[in-house]
């Protein structure tokens, strides 16, 4: 079973979150600017990276809180989590700190 660090509450097993989609995407300030295909990217285009991947999760059977998480796409390995409005960690890899199975 995958362990989750809430950034409010501690270590918790994965079946008390939900995964929330990508991290750090901005809803446009003027939407009504945008293309089509802009629009479309903002909706549906993810970066769907193999490797370090950033993501939003809430701690729904918990304190009910969004974070965000560094979870690497190949192991599933979950580096570390942050709050949510904090940017994200630089240089962070797998041995360094956070949580993991
Ligand atoms: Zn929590």
């Not at 994965?14 to 802009?38: M, N, V, W």
């Not at 809430?58 to 690497?72: M, Q, S």
Request: hydrophobic share 30%; proline share 8%; aromatic share 10%.
């Amino acid at each position: 079973m995958l362990i989750i660090t809430c950034p409010w509450c501690g270590a918790r097993p994965e079946t008390e979150f939900r995964y929330g989609g990508e991290a750090h995407i901005a809803r446009p300030a003027d939407p009504s600017a945008l293309t089509d295909q802009e629009w479309a990217d903002f909706l549906y285009n993810r970066t769907n990276p193999k490797g370090l991947h950033a993501e939003r999760w809430r701690h729904i059977h918990g304190c009910g809180r969004y974070f965000n998480a560094l979870r690497d796409t190949v192991s599933d390995f979950l580096v570390t989590t942050y709050k949510a409005g904090e940017p994200r960690p630089e240089n962070s890899r797998p041995d360094v700190e956070g949580s993991g199975r």
